[in-house]
């Protein structure tokens, strides 16, 4: 028998998929709890399924639980990670999930898929990061997330705003000015040009790096412009050559480096007064399956 909330159900995929990366940062895991989540609506049998007021909501609900239950295990799968660990990078805007930002909201959903904006998510509390997202980033109301995590509307009020507390979307520069300065951060790298590079990292900038044990990368984070300029020099001479490409990261621009047709590293940055405060280093290339030499 046909199931009459078939459209309905497979077309909220995406939204799930934009949910579940936004608060897991794996778009691996996140397609593994959409897929987790509809083998559990079709383990319901049709009198249940047909009960189901709205089946989107319905859906979301169990989303949002998987994934607080990965969270809540996600720190202790992080002590056997090689490394520092980055969330997933992917390419181009949040278009390429298919949903357009709304400009009522707090957070629009480019910014919500910036490595910056995932970095200070993993930061969070479980609890605070579900809060957070559904509510400034997906418009839900805090009685739909107290379902969903297990406490009072008021309690996820509160974790939502602590969480926004460490939000800082004040400073970001535009499109364009982010652009220009990461074309020029490749340009300095690629000329071997010390003096520009250091030029355009903030003194206090950090530069972390994700490979898993899996390629070549260094270990502990870099802090310093001049630290980070001179270790960016050294990959340029020590490593193999690549050919670095603009390409947008997350929403951001950024750079990947190409090697043999091969995507094998992926450049993200967060930059404040036309200075770079952070790079983000994937190497993983586990991390790298989106990516292509197109």
């Known amino acids: ?33 959409v897929q987790e989540t509809y083998a559990r609506w079709y383990a319901l049998s049709e009198r249940q399924r047909q009960e189901v007021a709205s089946p989107g909501a319905w859906l979301t609900t169990v989303a949002g639980r998987i994934c607080l239950d990965l969270l809540g ?10 490394g520092e660990w980055i969330p997933e990078p992917i390419p181009g ?6 949903a357009p930002a709304d400009p009522a909201d707090r957070v629009t959903l480019d910014e919500s898929i910036s490595m910056a904006f995932l970095v200070v998510l993993d930061s969070m509390t479980p609890a605070e990061r579900v809060a957070f997202v559904l509510h400034d980033v997906f418009r839900y109301s805090f ?16 974790l939502a705003s602590s969480a926004r507390r460490r939000i800082d ?12 300065v990461v074309r020029d951060f490749k340009h300095a790298w690629e000329t071997s040009d010390l003096p520009a590079l250091i ?5 206090t900038a950090t530069a972390t790096a994700d490979s898993g044990g899996l390629a070549p990368a260094f270990r502990d984070p870099i802090t310093g412009s001049e630290n980070i300029a001179r270790t960016w020099l ?53 991390k790298l399956r989106l990516w292509t030499a197109a």
Not at 2 to 30: C, F, H, K, M, W
Not at 73 to 82: G, I, L, M, N, P
Not at 169 to 180: G, I, L, Y
């Open 73 to 82: 295990s996600a720190r202790a799968r992080r002590e056997q990670y090689v």
């Open 169 to 180: 979307t004040s400073r970001n520069p535009s499109s364009a000015q982010r652009a220009a």
């Open 143 to 158: 009685a739909e997330i107290a379902d969903i995590v297990g406490r009072t509307p008021g309690a996820c009020r509160q």
């Open 234 to 286: 050294e990959i340029a001479t020590r490593g193999p050559e690549v050919t670095l490409l603009e390409r947008t990261v997350n929403g951001q621009p950024g750079l990947v480096a190409q090697l043999d047709n091969t995507i094998v590293s992926v450049y993200a940055f967060d930059i404040a007064d036309n200075h770079i405060t952070r790079i983000w280093v994937i190497r993983n290339p586990e």
């Open 199 to 203: 030029e355009l990292l903030d003194p």
């Open 93 to 98: 805007h949040s278009e390429w999930f298919g």
């Open 1 to 33: 028998m046909t199931d009459p909330q078939l459209r309905a159900v497979i077309g909220e995929r995406r939204q799930l998929i934009n949910l579940a990366y936004r608060l897991i940062g794996s778009l691996a895991e996140a397609e593994d709890v």
